[in-house]
């Protein structure tokens, strides 16, 4: 199936960028079936992933009914980029599907620590391009059906889909008093964040505000299913009552190697604790960014621990198997096709 591609940026009125400047801005991507004489050409552009030939702005591949949408998260410090295998791969399953850039938490421009503190401020960003799929679907309305939408986030990404699904967080791993004396201060790309909290509700009015909304909820029941991939310690802040709620069929997956967000830590918690919920752990060695692309020779070059697989393990094959898995769960709506 050709791959269609387009790309934008909306505005969120309702909340100020980090800097107070604005309206707070949501880079979306959006990989859909194109007609099949359009001509799919190479992304140009370097990059750390490796990215399948695209027809840009093309028009959609005619179809019976319209194509579900599947929203993507990407994990913290990522991009939507980062979930190109799973978006391309669901087309050829018969989805179209939409990532963003969660502002401040993102590759695609300078990391804030607000982006990094404040992750509930990326649930909405998803919630927005639901309520406002005519300023991005333009001449393909009527080809993707929007309210037929699923959701699937990596790492943090795992956690602002979960807050979509019901959930609603206690607390943050990262405010001062939750510290464990010589645990981490901060995630891996950015490692100090803690020591930026306290300044921050000292000096920023929007982080303050942002700060408040903490504990609110961000059910969003437009998602009817979910794949949560590896989600991370973060997860560990949502109150048990809460997740209790979910009521969406959930498929929660996991490597047995994964050292940042240890499988029996973080997903078989999550897994125990929402009612719907499959839990796969992949053997073999598999590690957290399993489910980040195969990487460039760019990126082996300056990141090699993020494409370096255990001997054996082929990556492409297992994000075949993940796209089977959640295709699967969002063509029928049930963990049951999956369990």
């Not at 333009?138 to 889909?161: E, K, P, T």
Request: charged residues 25%; contains cysteine; glycine residues 10%.
């Amino acid at each position: 199936m050709k791959l269609g591609f387009r790309e934008g940026v909306l505005y969120d009125d309702q909340r100020p960028n980090w800097d107070a400047a604005g309206p707070r801005p949501v880079r979306w991507s959006l990989w859909y079936p194109a007609a099949d004489d359009v001509r799919e050409c190479d992304i140009q552009e370097r990059s750390w992933f490796r990215k399948a030939a695209v027809a840009r702005d093309a028009p959609i591949r005619p179809s019976g009914r319209p194509y579900p949408l599947v929203l993507l998260s990407h994990g913290t410090g990522g991009s939507a980029a980062g979930l190109e295998w799973l978006a391309r791969r669901l087309v050829d399953r018969g989805f179209a599907a939409l990532g963003v850039d969660h502002h401040g938490n993102t590759s695609n421009e300078p990391y804030r620590a607000e982006g990094f503190a404040c992750l509930w401020e990326r649930a909405p960003d998803l919630s927005l391009m639901l309520d406002r799929c005519d300023d991005w679907l333009g001449d393909l309305a009527g080809g993707i059906d929007a309210d037929r939408a699923f959701a699937a986030g990596f790492s943090a990404g795992a956690y602002s889909v979960t807050l979509l699904l019901g959930a609603i967080a206690q607390f943050s791993q990262f405010e001062p008093s939750r510290l464990k004396p010589g645990g981490p201060r901060g995630p891996r790309e950015f490692p100090d964040l803690a020591d930026h909290i306290p300044s921050l509700l000292r000096t920023s009015d929007v982080f303050r505000e942002s700060w408040s909304r903490m504990s609110r909820s961000y059910r969003d029941d437009r998602i009817t299913a979910a794949v949560l991939c590896a989600p991370g310690r973060s997860v560990l802040g949502f109150g048990e009552e809460s997740l209790k709620t979910v009521g969406a069929p959930t498929l929660i997956l996991v490597g047995d190697a994964d050292k940042a967000a240890p499988a029996e830590e973080c997903s078989s918690w999550l897994h125990h604790r929402l009612t719907r919920s499959v839990l796969k752990i992949f053997g073999g060695g598999f590690g957290h960014y399993v489910f980040v692309p195969e990487g460039t020779r760019l990126g082996l070059a300056f990141a090699a621990e993020l494409f370096t697989d255990p001997p054996g393990i082929k990556r492409a094959a297992v994000h075949d198997e993940i796209a089977d898995l959640s295709a699967a769960l969002f063509h029928h709506g049930d963990v049951g096709a999956i369990a």
